[in-house]
Each structure stands twice: as structure tokens, then as C-alpha cells.
């Protein structure tokens, strides 16, 4: 089926809820380029899957849903911070909830993770390289790169959210 899909299109994402590390490879060998739905409380880590897929596929999320219902909005700029750190090693990654923007999110925590990744994209002078001699935030800040994407996640089209990021350039 997703042969067919791909005459018409250039991108194939996929949504699927719960633990589906051992389909992985399945999915790439299948084309999916994109996964979303990164539940971590379910198994999925975005660092695991970066480490053992990222170089194969993008992922999307990072930011957990839970988080943006009960948490604060420290809590979710931390969110922010660790998966930007851990979503860019792969070849592609976009910034957002681990699910989808539930019902009963809290105003103050979605615009918190608006905000902190507006912080991180500006502090980052659209350079990709992170000099080992800055802090952890000069080095998130280096990682996000503003739109447009070029290179492997170019067929990105321009969201309004999540934001997409882009990996490291060696």
C-alpha cells in the first residue's frame, strides 16, 4: 500500500499510538519517513530511537503530552531543551507534543513550549555546529536552526507548529 502512496507523494509520516519499537524496521524498509507519536511512557524514548533509527527516519514529538496537561511550564521548557538535545543526532526531527495537543493543555504550558523553542531557534544564529566549550543552552541554541530546512529534511513543508529542526552539520 505504501508503494502506491509514494507515486503520489514524496513523503509518507505515520502515526501509530503505544510501543512499536520492534515494527521499526519494518516501517523504514516500507517508507515511512517520518514516525510521530513518540509516547515515552510507552516505551518510546526519542534518545533510543534517535540513537538506533535516527539516521533512517525523522521523528516528531519529544514534548510529553502529560507534561502540557499537569505540568508546569518549567517543566515543559525542560521538555523542550531534552528533546531538542536528544531529537537533532538523527537526520531530522520536529519539535512537538508526544501525541497530539490534548484537551485540557494548559495555555501557559503550550506557549511555554512555543517560547523556549523561539529562545533556543533565536539564540542559535542559524548555525548548526555546537562548539564543545558551550554551556548546555549555547549548545541547544546552536543545534536549532530556522526555517526553511535545507538538506535531508527539505521536503519539509512549513508548519506552524511543531516546529521543525534540523541535526548538527559535522
Not at 122 to 147: F, K, M, N, T
Not at 163 to 170: G, I, K, N, S
Request: with cysteine; net charge positive; aromatic share 8%.
Amino acid at each position: 500500500r505504501l508503494g502506491n502512496l509514494k507515486r503520489h507523494t514524496r513523503q509518507i509520516l505515520m502515526h501509530s499510538c503505544g510501543d512499536t519499537r520492534p515494527l521499526m524496521e519494518m516501517f523504514i524498509d516500507a517508507g515511512v519517513m517520518c514516525y510521530q507519536s513518540l509516547q515515552a511512557n510507552a516505551g518510546m524514548e526519542l534518545g533510543e530511537l534517535t540513537a538506533r533509527w535516527g539516521q533512517k527516519m525523522t521523528f516528531w514529538g519529544g514534548v510529553g503530552v502529560d507534561l502540557l496537561v499537569t505540568g508546569t511550564p518549567e517543566d515543559v521548557r525542560k521538555s523542550v531543551r531534552d528533546a531538542l538535545e536528544k531529537g537533532v543526532r538523527g537526520r531530522g526531527f520536529i519539535l512537538g507534543p508526544s501525541h497530539s495537543v490534548a484537551y485540557g493543555t494548559k495555555y501557559d504550558n503550550f506557549m511555554a513550549m512555543l517560547d523556549e523553542y523561539d529562545k533556543l531557534r533565536a539564540g542559535s544564529g542559524g548555525v548548526g555546529i555546537a562548539h564543545p566549550g558551550h554551556s548546555r543552552e549555547q549548545r541547544l541554541a546552536r543545534l536549532v536552526r530556522p526555517y526553511p530546512p535545507t538538506g535531508p529534511t527539505a521536503w519539509y513543508s512549513r508548519p506552524q507548529f511543531p516546529y521543525a529542526a534540523e541535526p548538527a552539520l559535522p
